[in-house]
């Protein structure tokens, strides 16, 4: 509803403004009604209002005087003024005119001439509202770009200081990665499904977190096939509990209300927003790790990860002979020394947590093998990757025949690092993103055509390229889109279809991420300077 004051110093002109119209079906409601000028500004001292209508003569301050005041102020130069009027005199009404006034209506007011003028304010109302939603909604993916970036321990210290400005911090924060979990949901449903819940998520979380929702961020993780919802957790928000009572609710409520199976992986705990990365880093990690681990609500980084040798039973000499049999890359080797290994552990009752810390063990040194051989790759995701692709149904993670294929094809996976020929197959993938933009391209689909693990595939074109094959894929459609707006007159929802999106918020958001603007108002902009630049050459 829009606040109304009526300001007008005949009492029964005020009744009969009252019962003149259904103010409240045409959106208003009367809030105030004063004698003149000065009392009004006295009235918007302690009240808001958004549209005033006032008499054009009134003692003490008439109308043209208290819209005069009211324009040259920084507090209420906003407000919509009608002016009532008796007086049909032209110099009035340019007076009016003069200050910005949005109707001036002459006295005996009609129903109908009312009725006008205010759905007219309505209408003004209405485009406000709109430019101030498309303007928040830029301010809000400018902000969740900055955000990324520092996230992903991309930014400077003036980003680091913007994101600090617009969102509350404190001491002690962590991140968090928030998805949906399930190797049914994986396999089962389509990428526009998976996304749909993905805002649907983002959406609930914001909700959650109301006051502090700006800590949320969608796309964090530039890992393919990760649906994620990035969340900063400070130590202020839970304050009065303590975080794993905050987070099981928070977990619970998302869970009753997205009706999937939501995890939260928790990464370590750093100083402040500037070590933000590292934390992120840890979420990586665990979640690379996470095949080898019972299922759970919520994981956290101290508990998944920590590796203690000491006083510990390690089967240091069974997982070295494994670990040589994976660098070989000899399958029966590697399958000999899982047997091996198990027969161990199972000689020296090693089981539970003991158990598990050699197999981080193994994890670790898995990961150090890779990286010897290419420091640039995230090793973490392929290892997570290859950890999941190999579970299958009847299979318990972490079960003697998980690892033996997880090692099998992190053989696989080493031996085609030692292969420079797969850099040639970069500029195929290229040529064929350029030509099939519009399907649903994946890694995996590439990696099956020209034999590479698909995550190995993503990090070698990262490495050439600079951005993950998603923000490759992304950046070539969103080129195309600004070609058909600029030489077709299709509608936005149809370009975006026609570039593969299904999603037509997604495409403006990728787009305003992109080129800074709306489709629409990018489409406009180069209208107007194709415009001008053709009044330019007329005139010469």
């Known amino acids: 509803m829009l606040r109304v004051l009526l300001v007008d110093d005949e009492p029964f002109i005020l009744r009969g403004m ?41 003692p003490i301050m008439d109308g043209l005087e208290l819209l005069r005041k009211l324009r040259i102020s920084e507090k209420y130069r906003d407000i919509y003024f009608i002016i009532l009027s008796g007086y049909a005199d032209f110099q009035y009404a340019q007076e009016a005119i003069k200050y910005a006034c949005n109707d001036y209506i002459l006295k ?25 939603r498309e303007t928040k909604k830029l301010e809000n993916a400018y902000l969740s770009g900055k955000l990324i970036s520092v996230i992903q321990g991309r930014s400077d210290p003036l980003t680091i200081e913007y994101v600090q400005q617009h969102i509350r911090l404190s001491e002690q924060v962590r991140y968090i990665e928030i998805l949906i979990d399930g190797k049914n949901y994986e396999d089962d449903y389509e990428d526009s499904v998976k996304l749909a819940n993905q805002k649907q998520l983002y959406s609930i979380c914001k909700d959650y977190l109301q006051d502090d929702s700006q800590h949320c961020v969608m796309d964090v993780s530039i890992q393919e096939k990760v649906y994620d919802v990035g969340f900063i957790l400070c130590r202020y928000m839970y304050e009065s509990s303590d975080i794993k009572e905050y987070l099981g609710d928070f977990i619970k409520y998302l869970r009753e209300i997205l009706g999937l199976p939501v995890i939260m992986i928790v990464g370590k705990e750093v100083k402040n927003l500037e070590e933000i990365a590292k934390s992120y880093s840890t979420t990586r990690m665990v979640r690379s790790f996470q095949g080898f ?55 020296r009752g090693i089981a539970g947590e003991v158990m598990r810390l050699n197999i981080n063990y193994l994890l670790f040194q898995l990961l150090h093998l890779a990286s010897e051989l290419d420091d640039s790759v995230n090793q973490e995701e392929i290892l997570r990757m290859i950890s999941e692709g190999t579970f299958e149904a009847g299979i318990l993670r972490g079960s003697k025949a998980h690892l033996c294929r997880v090692a099998c094809e992190y053989g696989d996976y080493l031996a085609q690092m030692c292969k420079d020929s797969s850099r040639g197959i970069l500029g195929k993938v290229e040529k064929e993103i350029r030509e099939r933009y519009a399907e649903n391209l994946t890694l995996k689909e590439f990696g099956e055509k020209y034999y590479l693990n698909g ?32 030489r077709t007159d299709k509608k936005i929802y149809q370009i975006a279809e026609m570039v593969g999106y299904r999603d037509l918020d997604y495409f403006v958001n990728r787009f305003i991420s992109v080129k800074g603007c709306t489709p629409a108002k990018f489409r406009k902009q180069a209208k107007t300077k194709d415009e001008k630049k053709g009044a330019e050459d007329l005139s010469e």
């Open 18 to 58: 009252k019962e003149l119209i259904d103010w409240k079906n045409e959106g208003f409601e009367i809030v105030g009604s004063v004698a003149d000028g000065e009392e009004a500004l006295l009235f918007l001292q302690n009240h808001d209002a958004d549209l005033i209508l006032a008499d054009i003569k009134m």
């Open 108 to 132: 005996p007011v009609e129903k109908e001439k009312l009725v006008q003028a205010l759905r007219k304010v309505r209408g003004l109302k209405n485009i406000e509202l709109e430019k101030e």
């Open 293 to 347: 681990r019972e299922k759970k609500e919520i994981y956290y980084y101290e508990e998944e990860m920590q590796i203690h040798t000491n006083g510990i039973m390690l089967c240091k000499k069974s997982l070295d002979i494994l670990l040589n049999a994976i660098e070989q890359n000899n399958h029966a080797e590697i399958m000999k020394a899982v047997d091996g290994f198990y027969e161990e552990m199972r000689e």
């Open 455 to 486: 995550a190995y595939l993503g990090q070698l074109f990262r490495k050439k390229f600079g951005q993950s094959f998603k923000d490759y894929l992304n950046n070539c459609r969103i080129e195309q889109a600004c070609h058909l707006l600029l």
